[in-house]
């Protein structure tokens, strides 16, 4: 008998894996969405200009973020590179 709770504990753990991660996924579709709004409305504009837009915007999505990753973000949209949010494996 205890072979059969090893083998439930197995596929409990894996469907909490799956589930987890396509909220991950979700979420990062929705920060991914954003910056894509904040990329075409704001490319090519001056940091200052991008750093308020993309504070609110993340903000309305839900979470805080630092200075230092607000300003790395807003220059990359300056710069006119779009942020793509990637999943580590």
């Given at each position: 008998?205890?072979?059969?709770?090893?083998?439930?504990?197995r596929?409990?753990?894996?469907?909490?894996?799956?589930?987890?991660r396509?909220?991950?996924?979700?979420?990062?579709?929705?920060?991914?969405?954003?910056?894509?709004?904040?990329?075409?409305?704001?490319?090519?504009?001056?940091?200052?200009?991008?750093?308020?837009?993309?504070?609110?915007?993340?903000?309305?999505?839900?979470?805080?973020?630092?200075?230092?990753?607000?300003?790395?973000?807003?220059?990359?949209?300056?710069?006119?590179?779009r942020?793509?949010?990637?999943?580590?494996?």
């Open positions: 008998m205890p072979r059969s709770r090893i083998t439930l504990a596929d409990l753990e894996k469907q909490v894996m799956k589930a987890a396509s909220g991950v996924e979700q979420v990062a579709g929705e920060y991914e969405r954003m910056f894509d709004s904040v990329y075409r409305r704001y490319h090519g504009q001056p940091v200052e200009q991008i750093k308020p837009v993309i504070r609110r915007e993340w903000s309305r999505v839900g979470g805080s973020i630092t200075d230092p990753e607000l300003t790395r973000y807003a220059q990359a949209i300056s710069d006119g590179s942020v793509k949010m990637r999943l580590d494996q």
